[in-house]
């Protein structure tokens, strides 16, 4: 069993052509995009996908007593955006560099915006958020990475490159 939460109508709307191209079918009769089904449950909408196949719609609050085991995957259009356009970008920014075009920005800031993490067009954490499906895990690694070598390495640098996580971490869970 799959849970996708939904949090706005873009996001449903995405998800439920998705997975019609998938080929799922519906516990209701009518296609939950033939009507405004997301003006349900709004910000709380989950779509339930179990056996591949069949599909329902419910509330975060239902999922999270009913199914406590499941993890509730949170769905995003713009991830799957996100990432088409970087792969688009990365061919390009190939392209490029073969002709002896160069990309590079002059950029100082170390922490907050480093400009080798820019290469492409594309923040390379926006894209590790829209691929890395547990980030939080992928945060405190490197937070504890950056507070564990910060007396042998880059000193105060990577104290605010773990601080610098942290505040994006933060960030990321007050948005779910």
Known sequence: MKLYHVETQENYDALMVELEKEGCL???KEKPTEYNCWDIFKK???VTKEFNVFLGRTSKGYCKRVYPDVPIEKYKVKQDEVAKWFDG???AMKAFSSNGVSMKKQNTDNVNNPSHYTA????TLD???AKVSDYPSYAVGNILKYVSRYEH????E???KAQFYLNNL???MESD
């Open 26 to 28: 519906w516990v209701a």
């Open 44 to 46: 709380n909408t989950v």
């Open 89 to 91: 970008a990365t061919n």
């Open 120 to 123: 492409g067009g594309i923040e």
């Open 127 to 129: 894209y590790i958020k």
């Open 153 to 156: 390495k880059n000193g105060i």
């Open 158 to 160: 990577d104290l605010k």
């Open 170 to 172: 933060i960030e990321w």
